[in-house]
């Protein structure tokens, strides 16, 4: 098979090389005459509908067959969309974009300001239901909250065109990383005749009608995904992919057969494969920080959670029972980061607080629990009995049952619960649970997309966790100079509570063919776009 | 003959109305509902989607609604979680597919086990008769799921023969795998079936007769004991379609052939009440029709049975 | 899977034929059943795996569930069978004993098995017997009640209720068995109809015992013979369901672990260089499933003797 494989690259480059001398326009790399590209999706895309899309798999796809106003590059850092740049007023409150005059739709009409009051004024409608409306909210454009709730008019949302080229957004506050939250599928354009014309029909491949660098050629649910160059793209001469596959394949490990058969060119590896990868093709296997973080939370409710985890020392025996390095290293072995706190430390401007328990040695640390947890009133003469649930997952699986170990030096017998999603989830939101399993990645790249989490106001804030002074600390830095000041105290009141138990921090742990660029895996929040995508000859 | 066909017709409407109520119930009676998400929406998101999908009326309003829709106009409604589907359109575009390979696999499963059966039945106690038993009886055990991702790492990876997942419109290569995950253990109780049944038949009066009279031995078989030996395998393949449905749950996973296998699975998990229904009701009607068929097959093979 | 009709309907024939007579026909059938050499292999493998998941915890170096931290991270190096480290079947991904593993899943999966068929049997039995025995309209409705049940995609309804209901080991139980009685109501049934007008029915009725007591003393005796080749059979084809609702992940609950866990599992890393993780335990359900197999098929020649 694989001499095979090199035979066909070495055919394939040499009768390439005197009919394709093309190169990167950037770069000057030669590249490769195929220009095809497959990924995988584990599972497949709910909705092609901007304003409807609630996954990150639904929005890898978005971002390259719409443009919202501004994009990122190949780090996370932003460059112009559809807009080339803005003005902010003096109170910074009221940003002015300034759209670029040469964006046009996939059908030849022009991108307008028009076309961005359109969609958003869908997001926040509460006829129209969205489930991302919140997101709305989280942006502060003034009146979102009203609107949503039904309380005022879809008119008085706190957007609007000046001209077709300039787009006005009011919000409620000064919101200092508000720029970057417009890179999120779910603020891009879209048309309302196409909308209206079509229904929810209007995302079927003959209908749709998008503004990015590639248009929908088929989508077949459960099966596949394919895409190709828009030729109405204002930057259309600079993409290079000609065809774009993603396959939907549940199993993550048949997805990796696949790859290794070379019928895909980029796929997760699962939990534990990564050392053996990584040594079988050094150029393939990547780990790369992504933004998310992986936690135990502690139900304390007063009512509703057990007593034991009303005791601080308790939740701090926990945590500090868990044998990070052994999931990160034994357990996950994808080069994941052992955490001890909650934000992810790559976090643009984030600076971590000096938390103690991080720098002790195991032995250590189980040995505080030991203390603290016999202080509480518990320990091996009279274990504590707890449950834990998780939703059903390989990697979660595992990692439940290390901890399970972990904590029985401790004296604590904990009961795995094993439920599917929905169900795991519904259990959360009601405090109908000991300690639940929850990630969450950020939606920005900023220590707030994580921190306001644990706030007492907060939607998300499942384990009830209450703290004045952590409330006083986000609302203050929502209009702080700098707001990082803030979140490394709010940290340390985390750090000190301990009202989730922090396991590790996500890392990205893929295989990718060896020929291909732009991937933008240095984006610690994996934002990719197939137009900054090419393959090299080699 | 007429007079049971529309008996049994008649039953179905029964049937299929006390799955609808029965699956319904138990749909709405689980944890979390299609809108619970990991973000938790805002309340007022939330009776925003309850009141765009009529998730807010009592359930027996609902349910009425959603029979009435289907009774007056086939709408299976739109889907909860694919929210730029409908239900009539993931059923249209998975359904053909389960169709395709679960016919093909049908016919395979057939045609070769009664093959097999039939030739360890005539050739009884020979070394053919010993391996058919044999096979049969061992690929029964290996469980689908084991099948098939050998299947890939055997046919995909290691000899780069077929692709190892998808559909393309049904092109022979991505059918091949499918179809051997799906058929094999129908095959193998087809063989062992017909292999006992036509024992069963040989050794009868009749046939033994038709062999004194010195008629060929493949007449015989043909003519006379293959007919009442299909009667048993004719029963079987009620129960068979059943649990090749189920199959397809796995071939849908492991080779993304998009069928509605999955469909269902997932639509149960997440909450996609509309898919999941459509789904079932989809699978019951076929099978009150299967079995209906096989019993019309059954009473055409066996004249003896009179309804 | 199946059970094939045929040869049940031929033994349900013979064994409506005539009145048991007492302890002749099961003598018989001892004799004929050790007889056949494929059926005593089974049993002595049954026998075999009974045993190994009564004892095998006596053997085992480890407990299912505790995690060997010197093989974590390491499994497809250090990971394999060995009798120096005492891990006999090597370990799973996470270090964990698989020979431990493998009793306890052989233990749950026999009893999943087991308790299945028995609850198949036991409701198919009193129903079919019922609904044949007072005939009539009571049977009529009974039976078209059976005609509707066969015609619900079973599998689907489990999954349901595995999701709505959560995941444990009696709902397991309860619904892989309530599942499979449907086809013994109508043997049983279709035997207790030719029973029904014997004499020593009719002399049971004439002296004035109760229909149940006649249901008890005399009838359900004489069904005896195919609800035990019945069971038998049944038992693989739960152990096969319930290998499939693992796969599906809605199986038992962690550290409990069952063949079809094990076997989901190890195909799963197929490719990793951990073969051991799905050939011990589908060693063990194979063999198993042969063995029931076997012995079912054995017991219904011993039963029904004839040429095949």
């Keep these: 098979m694989k001499t095979k494989l090199l035979l066909s690259t070495i055919l394939g480059v040499a009768l390439a090389l005197p009919a394709w001398a093309a190169t990167h326009p950037v770069t000057g790399e030669e590249l490769a005459a195929n220009q095809d590209y497959t990924y995988w999706l584990l599972d497949a895309i709910k909705s092609m509908d901007p304003q409807i899309n609630t996954d990150v798999e639904g929005s890898g796809v978005l971002r390259s067959l719409f443009e919202g106003l501004f994009n990122e590059d190949q780090v996370g850092g932003l460059v112009p969309g559809v807009a080339l740049d803005f003005d902010l007023s003096d109170d910074k409150t009221v940003y002015t974009f300034h759209l670029r005059p040469e964006a046009k739709w996939s059908d030849g009409k022009p991108v307008t300001a028009q076309d961005f009051v359109y969609a958003w004024k869908r997001l926040a409608d509460p006829e129209f239901a969205s489930e991302y409306a919140w997101y709305m909210e989280l942006m502060q454009v003034v009146n979102a909250s009203a609107i949503i709730a039904g309380e005022k008019p879809l008119d008085e949302l706190g957007v609007k065109a000046l001209d077709d080229n300039t787009l006005e957004v009011t919000i409620e506050a000064p919101l200092p990383y508000f720029p970057q939250m417009l890179t999120h599928a779910s603020t891009f354009p879209v048309r309302q005749d196409v909308v209206e014309a079509w229904g929810p029909k209007w995302t079927d491949p003959e209908h749709m009608v998008g503004n990015g660098a590639f248009m929908l050629k088929e989508h077949i649910l459960g099966e596949k995904v394919v895409m190709e160059p828009n030729p109405a793209y204002w930057d259309a001469d600079n993409t290079i992919l000609e065809h774009v596959t993603a396959l939907t394949i549940n199993d993550q490990n048949a997805a990796l057969t696949r790859y290794l058969a070379g019928e895909l060119d980029r796929v997760q590896i699962p939990a534990g494969q990564y050392p053996r990868l990584a040594a079988e093709y050094p150029n393939e296997a990547i780990s790369v920080p992504q933004s998310c973080s992986y936690i135990y939370i502690f139900n304390m409710d007063p009512v509703k959670g057990p007593a034991a985890l009303q005791d601080v020392r308790v939740r701090q025996a926990l945590s500090y029972a868990i044998d990070r390095d052994v999931i990160v290293n034994s357990v996950l072995q994808g080069g994941q980061a052992p955490s001890y706190n909650w934000t992810h430390a790559a976090t643009a401007g984030f600076e971590m607080p000096d938390i103690e328990y991080s720098h002790w040695t195991q032995a250590e640390r189980d040995a505080k629990a030991l203390e603290l947890i016999t202080e509480a009133g518990y320990g091996p003469g009279k274990p504590l009995a707890l449950t834990l649930n998780y939703n059903t997952s390989e990697a979660h699986k595992k990692i439940a049952i290390a901890v399970q170990q972990f904590w029985k030096k401790i004296g604590v017998e904990l009961t795995l619960n094993n439920m599917e999603w929905k169900v795991h989830t519904d259990k959360m939101q009601n405090q109908d649970f000991d300690l639940g399993r929850y990630a969450w990645c950020g939606d920005y790249n900023e220590a707030s997309t994580y921190l306001d989490f644990f706030t007492s106001y907060s939607g998300h804030n499942n384990g009830k966790f209450v703290s004045e002074e952590y409330d006083r600390l986000m609302k203050e830095s929502k209009t702080a100079e700098n707001p990082n000041l803030m979140y490394t105290a709010a940290e340390q009141i985390l750090a000190d509570q301990m009202p989730v138990a922090p396991i590790y921090q996500y890392s990205l742990v893929e295989m990718i063919k060896p020929d291909m660029r732009g991937m933008s895996t240095e984006n610690l929040m994996q934002n990719w776009y197939l137009k900054d995508m090419y393959r090299v000859a080699q | ?307 | 899977m199946v059970i094939d009709s045929t040869r049940m309907k031929s033994l349900a024939d013979r064994l409506a034929g005539d009145e048991v007579k007492g302890r002749s026909l099961w003598a018989d059938a001892r004799k004929r059943f050790f007889k056949n050499k494929a059926a005593v292999g089974g049993l002595i493998v049954l026998l075999f795996v009974l045993a190994f998941a009564a004892f095998g915890d006596l053997i085992a170096q480890y407990s299912n569930e505790e995690l060997d931290f010197s093989i974590m991270g390491q499994i497809a190096e250090k990971g394999g069978p060995s009798l120096a480290n005492g891990h006999y079947f090597g370990t799973d991904d996470l270090g964990r004993d698989l020979f431990a593993r493998t009793v306890q899943g052989t233990q749950i999966s026999l009893a999943v098995g087991i308790v299945g068929s028995a609850i198949a049997v036991l409701v198919g039995t009193f129903y079919g017997a019922f609904a044949g025995y007072v005939g009539g309209r009571t049977d009529n409705i009974m039976m078209r009640t059976v005609d509707i049940l066969m015609s619900i995609p079973y599998m689907f309804v489990l999954i349901l209720l595995l999701v709505v209901f959560g995941r444990s080991i009696i709902m397991l139980f309860m619904g892989i068995g309530l599942i499979s009685w449907l086809d013994m109501s109508r043997i049983v049934r279709g035997q207790t109809l030719s029973l029904k007008h014997k004499e020593f029915i009719e002399a049971a009725e004439a002296t004035g015992v109760s229909r149940l007591t006649i249901i008890r003393r005399h009838i359900v005796p004489n069904l005896l013979g195919v609800v035990a080749v019945y069971a038998t059979l049944l038992v693989p084809l739960m152990i096969l369901t319930e290998s499939f609702i693992s796969f599906l992940g809605l199986g038992v609950q962690e550290p409990l672990t069952s063949w079809g866990a094990l076997i989901s599992e190890g195909s799963g890393t197929l490719n990793y260089g951990t073969f051991w993780q799905l050939a011990f335990p589908l060693f063990f359900f194979v063999i198993t499933l042969f063995a029931f197999f076997f012995v079912g098929d054995g017991l219904r020649d011993a039963l029904d003797p004839k040429d095949r």
Excluded at chain 2, 128 to 155: E, H, K, T
Excluded at chain 2, 266 to 288: E, F, H, K, Q, W
């Design chain 2, 1 to 307: 003959m007429f007079a049971f066909i529309a008996r049994r017709l008649a039953i179905a409407v029964p049937t299929l109305l006390l799955l609808v109520i029965f699956s319904f119930l138990l749909m709405h009676a689980a944890p979390g509902g299609p809108f619970t998400s990991e973000r938790g929406l805002p309340p007022a998101v939330l009776a925003n989607l309850n009141a765009k999908y009529g998730l807010d009326q009592p359930m027996w309003r609902q349910m009425v609604n959603y029979v009435w829709g289907i009774v007056a106009h086939f709408d299976f409604g739109p889907s909860f979680i694919y929210k730029d589907r409908t239900v009539n359109e993931i059923i249209a575009q998975g359904f053909p597919v389960t169709l395709t390979y679960g016919a093909i696999s049908f016919a395979v499963a057939v045609v070769v086990g009664v093959g097999l059966g039939v030739s360890a039945a005539i050739w009884h106690n020979s070394w053919l008769d010993y391996l058919a038993v044999g096979i049969s009886i061992g690929a029964q055990v290996l469980p689908n799921f084991v099948m098939a991702p050998i299947l890939v790492l055997v046919f995909t990876l290691w000899l780069g023969w077929l692709p190892g997942g998808g559909w393309e419109g049904g092109q022979w290569q991505y059918v091949i795998m499918p179809v051997i995950a799906l058929s094999t253990s129908f095959m193998a109780s087809i063989a062992r079936i017909t292999r006992s049944s036509m024992l069963e038949v040989l050794n009868s009066n009749h046939i033994r007769t038709a062999k004194a009279k010195g008629l060929p031995m493949r007449k015989v078989i043909l003519r006379h004991a293959l007919k009442p030996a299909m009667l048993p395998v004719v029963s079987y393949l009620g129960p068979a379609f059943v649990t090749m449905i189920t199959g397809s749950v796995v071939v849908d996973m492991y080779f993304s052939t998009g069928g509605i296998g999955k469909a269902f699975v997932d639509s149960a998990l997440n909450r996609d009440y509309a898919v999941m229904m459509g789904v079932t009701i989809l699978v019951g009607t076929l099978t009150v029709l299967f079995n209906l068929l096989v019993d019309v097959l059954y009473a055409w093979i066996d004249p003896k049975i009179r309804y």
